[in-house]
C-alpha cells in the first residue's frame, strides 16, 4: 500500500478589525492571517487538488491522500474560522490551550461545544502553552497533556486523543507522555508529508502558514511543492532556539508554571476514535 501524502496546514488566528484573537504580544503577529488573506487561502484550496478532510477520514481507510487544516491555540477568531469552513462543508481541527479558554481573546467553554457539534475535530494544544516542550520534565509534560485532556474531556463529555505540539519543538519524550495521557494523533510542526507512527502514535508534520507568505508559494505548498526550502528555513530557527533558548522563551506568550494541577487520570479511547 502506498503511503499517504498528505498536506498538513497549520494556522493560528485569522483577525478582523477591532477583534482581538489569540496571543496579542509582538512576537505573534506573524502568525495572525489578515481576513482577506485567509479567504484567499480558501478560494485556492477550492481551486487546487485536494480538498480539507479531518484526521478520522484518513483514519477509516480507503484514500489515505489529503489536506488537512489545523488551527492552534484556542484563540476567539476558531468561532468565525468554522463558520467559513462550514460554508465550503469543509471539517478543521482545532487545538486549544486550556488554561486559556475564556480569557480575552480566546473561546469559551461553549464556543468549544459548538464547534465540536459541528463535526469539528477539537484537540489539546497543552494546557499553559508551554514554549519549548523538550526544555519540561517527562512529569511536567504529562501534566500538560493530562490537565488540556480532562478540561476537553469535561466540556465535550468524550475522551480527547488528538493533540498538537505547542512552541513547535518537541523530541520522543514529548510524544511518549503524549501517548501515557490517551493521545492517539498527534501533530507537529516537522515539515513532511507523510505520517509516522512513534510510541504508538500516529504524528503529522505540518507547514506553518505565515503572515508573509504569498499567495504564490502556498499555491505551491497545496500542490506538494516549495518543502525543502521550509524545512532548511526551520532548522535554522531550530538552532537559534538552542543557542539564545533563554531569550526566546522570554519573548513568548506564555511558558509552564510548576503550580499547574495534575488530575489524577486522563481518559482514551472512546467516541473520537475513528471507526
Known sequence: MNRPRL????????????VASGFQVP???AYRLPLPQFLSHIEAIQKGPLQPRSVFDLASGGDRHGLLLTFDDGGASAVRIADILDGKGWKGH???TTSLIGTSGF??????LDLYRRGHVVG??????????YNLTDEQMFAEWRTSCLEL????GIPIIVASVPGGDMNRRTVVMAAKAGIEYLFTSEITR???QSAGITCFGRVCIMRDDPLIAFERLIRFKGYGMRRAIRMSKQLVKKLIGGVYRSRMPVNYSPSTPAPQQCPSGGE???Q
Open 7 to 18: 498536506v498538513a496546514l497549520m494556522y493560528h488566528d485569522v483577525e478582523e478589525a477591532q
Open 27 to 29: 512576537s505573534a503577529r
Open 94 to 96: 482545532f487545538f486549544v
Open 107 to 112: 473561546v469559551t467553554r461553549s464556543n468549544i
Open 124 to 133: 489539546s494544544h497543552s494546557h499553559t502553552h508551554p514554549n519549548i516542550c
Open 153 to 156: 474531556a469535561s466540556i465535550l
Open 194 to 196: 507523510s505520517p509516522w
Open 272 to 274: 473520537q476514535t475513528p
